[in-house]
């Protein structure tokens, strides 16, 4: 994964005070992943990792849960600690006009995201954890709680030694989102209990 530099300082947030650290591995925005540190855990750290959805966390859109499962998982670290590890890749990964592209398919086509990706020729979730797995091991941290529904993200951070426990970060869905959710559950293997029946 190559090296990095690393900044830190502090950040007071609507949700509490946090260690807020940059690591760097390159030139461009993307090669910087963001984390809060609430070092405050007794033994297992409950950590999150997430993907940038900008249509949801700036622009407010109602069609995913990201915003909400980025806001229950800064108030759980708040509360309990932890690390909020913020990847600075949208899309799941496949980039911001990918994902537009396929917000458009579904507009104009019907396409859920799933089948989108499909007619573009993208892999439906090409991230990697690798750098993830070295701010890891910067904290020294070897064992996490996993605040996600995304099996792929236990197995990518797994994969790079860490002991990892699932713990759900459902949100429950809206009429907006619905259609989203049930598409990552029913095609993209998220475990959602919502859609388990």
């Known amino acids: 994964m190559g090296e ?25 925005e993307e090669d910087n992943i963001l984390v809060l540190v609430n070092p ?9 990792v997430q993907s940038a959805c900008y249509t949801a966390e700036i622009f407010k859109s109602l069609d995913c849960d990201c915003h ?3 806001s229950e998982s800064q108030k759980r670290i708040s509360k309990d600690g932890g690390y909020l590890i913020y990847m600075l ?3 799941r990964g496949a980039g911001l006009l990918n994902k537009i592209k396929g917000m458009e398919l579904g507009n104009t086509h019907g396409l859920d995201t799933s089948e989108a990706y499909d007619y573009l020729g993208i ?9 993830v797995n070295q ?9 996490i709680q996993l605040l996600t529904n995304n099996p792929r ?8 030694g860490i002991t990892v426990k699932r713990e759900p970060l459902e949100i429950e869905s809206t009429k ?11 095609k993209m293997g998220h475990m959602l209990s919502e859609f388990d029946k």
Do not use: M
């Open 68 to 70: 909400a499962q980025l």
């Open 40 to 48: 405050g855990y007794e033994s297992v750290p409950q950590v999150r």
């Open 176 to 186: 907006h989102s619905a259609p989203y959710l049930q598409t990552k559950a029913k």
């Open 4 to 28: 990095y530099q690393v900044e830190k300082t502090r950040i007071n947030t609507k949700f509490g005070e946090f260690d807020f650290y940059c690591f760097c591995w390159g030139a461009h």
């Open 135 to 143: 701010i890891l091991e910067y904290f020294k941290v070897a064992e």
């Open 123 to 131: 892999e439906k979730d090409p991230r990697e954890y690798g750098r």
């Open 153 to 160: 993200k236990v197995e990518g951070v797994q994969s790079g």
């Open 89 to 91: 890749c949208d899309g």
